[in-house]
């Protein structure tokens, strides 16, 4: 029960990683998450190299602390296609958050459902590989009702993360679609 409760947990952790690193219209420094830069022959993300701050809802700032790195750090977030253009002034460079358009919310939403629906193929697949050892071990001597018992409190498991998963589903889509 611990192993498929843990499972379940990582499934939903993972989701909320990866919701949280949509771009819904507000700058977030979690944009840069994959954003990775040659740092003198390894790569770095970006945050290794730079204070990565969001001054206001539109703008998120980036201070290299060495300054020859900003040309590195500008080529890293082209490269990446995260969607935004950087601008430098010598010292810091500024991404401006344009806002979304209508098709582009949807297209969001879209992207989002999709990592939940994975999320949920986990959570199943933990459920399914927690009742299939229960049914071993019945075969191998532990009594039914042990087993039957078992089966609910992992489909228990399953309703209260797939809870979980879809308050987290639905925070995101509200974020996504408040203009």
């Excluded at 830069?37 to 290299?64: E, F, H, N, R, W």
Aim: hydrophobic residues 35%; aromatic residues 2%.
């Amino acid at each position: 029960m611990t192993d498929v409760e843990g499972r379940m947990q990582r499934a939903i952790d993972h989701l909320e990683e990866e919701l949280n690193n949509v771009r819904a219209g507000k700058a977030s420094p979690n944009v840069l998450n994959g954003v990775m830069v040659d740092y003198y022959g390894s790569m770095t993300p970006v945050s290794g190299v730079a204070s990565v701050t969001v001054p206001d809802a539109k703008t998120i700032l980036i201070q290299p602390w060495d300054k020859k790195m900003i040309k590195p750090i500008e080529k890293a977030i082209i490269d990446s296609n995260i969607g935004l253009t950087p601008s430098n002034n010598g010292e810091q460079i500024l991404l401006s958050i344009p806002p979304l358009t209508e098709e582009r919310r949807k297209l969001l939403v879209k992207q989002i459902r999709q990592e939940a629906e994975t999320a949920r193929v986990s959570l199943r697949n933990a459920r399914r590989d927690a009742v299939e050892a229960f049914k071993k071990a019945q075969k191998e001597g532990m009594p039914e009702d042990e087993s039957k018992d078992g089966e609910t409190q992992v489909q228990k498991l399953l309703e209260k993360f797939s809870k979980t998963l879809d308050a987290a589903l639905d925070r995101k889509e509200r974020e996504i679609m408040t203009v």
